[in-house]
């Protein structure tokens, strides 16, 4: 009687979740944002919730990612020149409605790269000094806004092109900026 309950017992701590499986605050952002926002895209498209056409929708997505998202399909089978598949791991949950950090703890346990995946830091347009930016960091903003410096060989060059395209990728920081 004593080896069945001890048994029972067993089991039953084996099938709790233990807590060291969850994402801590923080971790897996990349994961985590980009799987929020392409579910909030499939309820906007009303796509069907079943793992093809999540698949579909997921490999269409990760066409259009760049940077750290970019990345983060290339871990999960996402893009073409990926060595491994794992898109069923992300369409079958999400097609049950789960929610991304499960989603993301899940990957986590095939592939610890993909939490440790972070957004860059992105910088406030609005009040930084362009002038004591690096220009690594002069040319990662432009790089966002999809534009290049062709014959920038200075710094200032650089943030000269960035003063005069604030308006059209940031307004916001540009009209902040003329208010000072």
């Known amino acids: 009687m004593i080896c069945v309950s001890g048994l029972s017992v067993a089991l039953a701590l084996a099938l709790v979740p233990s807590f060291s499986d969850a994402l801590k605050d923080g971790e897996c952002d990349v ?21 093809d056409s999540i698949e579909k929708a997921l490999l269409k997505a990760c066409k259009d990612a760049k940077g750290k998202e970019n990345r983060f399909c290339y871990y999960i089978g996402a893009t073409s020149d990926a060595a491994t598949k794992m898109t069923n791991e992300v369409s079958k949950p999400m097609s ?15 592939d610890t790269q993909i939490c440790e995946l972070k957004y ?3 910088v406030d347009l609005s009040t930084v000094d362009l002038k004591k930016l690096k220009v690594k960091d002069l040319k990662k903003i432009l790089e966002e806004w999809g534009e290049s410096c062709k ?20 307004p916001n920081a540009a009209k902040a900026r003329t208010d000072l």
Not at 33 to 50: A, P, W
Not at 96 to 110: G, N, R, S, V, W
Not at 151 to 169: H, Q, T, V, W
Request: hydrophobic share 30%; glycine share 4%; charged share 35%.
């Open 31 to 51: 994961c985590v944002g980009f799987l929020e926002r392409f579910y909030q895209t499939l309820q906007d498209n009303d796509v069907k919730f079943n793992s």
């Open 151 to 170: 014959g920038c060989a200075e710094k200032s060059d650089f943030i000269r092109k960035i003063n005069e395209l604030m308006p059209k990728y940031a």
């Open 120 to 122: 860059d830091k992105q």
């Open 96 to 110: 049950y409605h789960m929610p991304a950090d499960k989603i993301c703890e899940k990957l986590k346990k095939k």
